[in-house]
């Protein structure tokens, strides 16, 4: 796994870009501001934070976030028209990042034009670009679509017009890791230098993905918090990390410790609540309710948990639920400074299951402390 370690270079976070085109989201300037001084603070090295051609009010908001001085460096996302990247110079960002589709299929069908319009499209682009003195990168919209040695070729080319990072997006999340680890490396092989993945949800695979194009030589990955995003969503910013650190032993250098708040804050703004089984930052995915995990916890946390919740501005919860056990109760009473005897834990663990068959949901410190007394003193 040296390879990875060696080779992987930072975030590139599009939550205020594509997380916000997310279908009904819309940031407020507050909240676009607070959460780019949110991922700022976790160290992402990189924030698209937004589209100058969308007018005067997002402009405002970029200038903003800008004036807050932020270590990140800030990208104004664009599509290729002149327009757009004259709208990104005029925001005063020091980076541009400029979209083209790449495949036959976004081309011809949404555009009706062809490679040779896209070859030509995109360099008169980019170069107007640099001549607003812009760092331009250059996203490949539907790459996972579009013919590997189109790619290979616009590429190459436009790393010696000086584009400083190329991203690969799959564009509607067709691939899989393996298919995806042997493109993309022979990708890095034809055309070296700084790749970004950038990987869409659609089949639940745009983690795994990321991580395989980590592997395959990408050094950049290209995320959004909690996933949030077109349909269903992107590499969640908080996934991948935790993945680069845990599965490819590579440092993503972020303070994850912010990813719950960071999650918190995202849904919020966008109005959508984190799903309590999200992996990293959900709700319950440090609750342990079923006997034998509690048990094991108690024992030792590893037995249950992958990492330390604190990792992540996480917490342990043990709850007490229908499929709880003895060492459970025990340790819910004893947090509330009671001692039960071993005869009291099987009719109190019967009522503890009624309960929660009737409620829907786990008991409360406060009502097992209630079970418990009614039933000692019955
Ligand atoms: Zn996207």
Known sequence: MDSERAFFTGFCDTTLRDGEQAPGVAFTADEKVAI???????????????????????CDALRRIADAGPRAELVAWCRATRADVDAAAGVGLAAAHITIPVSDLHLGAKLGRDRAWARRRIRDCVLAGLDHGLRVSVGFEDASRADDAF???????????????????????????????????????????????HAHDDFGLATANTLAAVRAGFTWVSTTVAGLGERAGNAPLEEVAMGLRHLLHADPGLDTTAFKALARLVARAARRPVPHGKAVVGGSVFAHESGIHVDGVLKSP?????????????????????????????????????????????????????????????????????????????
């Open 151 to 197: 790619v290979i070729d616009l590429a190459g080319e436009l790393r010696e017009l000086g584009v400083v990072l190329l991203r690969w997006a799959d564009t509607v999340g067709i691939m899989e890791p393996f298919g995806i680890s042997t493109r993309l490396a022979a990708l890095v092989r034809a055309v070296p230098g700084p790749w970004e993945i």
């Open 36 to 58: 780019a001084a949110a991922l700022d603070a976790a160290g992402v090295q990189r924030i698209e934070a937004g589209v100058p051609a969308m007018g005067p009010a997002e």
């Open 302 to 378: 590893a037995t249950y948990e992958p990492f330390d919740p604190a990792e992540v501005g996480g917490r342990r919860r043990l709850v007490l639920g229908k499929h709880s056990g003895r060492a459970s109760l025990r340790h819910a009473l004893a947090q509330c400074g009671l001692q039960a005897a071993d005869e009291q834990l099987g009719p109190l663990l019967d009522d503890v299951r009624t309960r929660v068959s009737e409620l829907k949901r786990p008991l409360r410190a406060r009502e097992v402390r209630e079970m418990f007394l009614q039933g000692a003193s019955a």
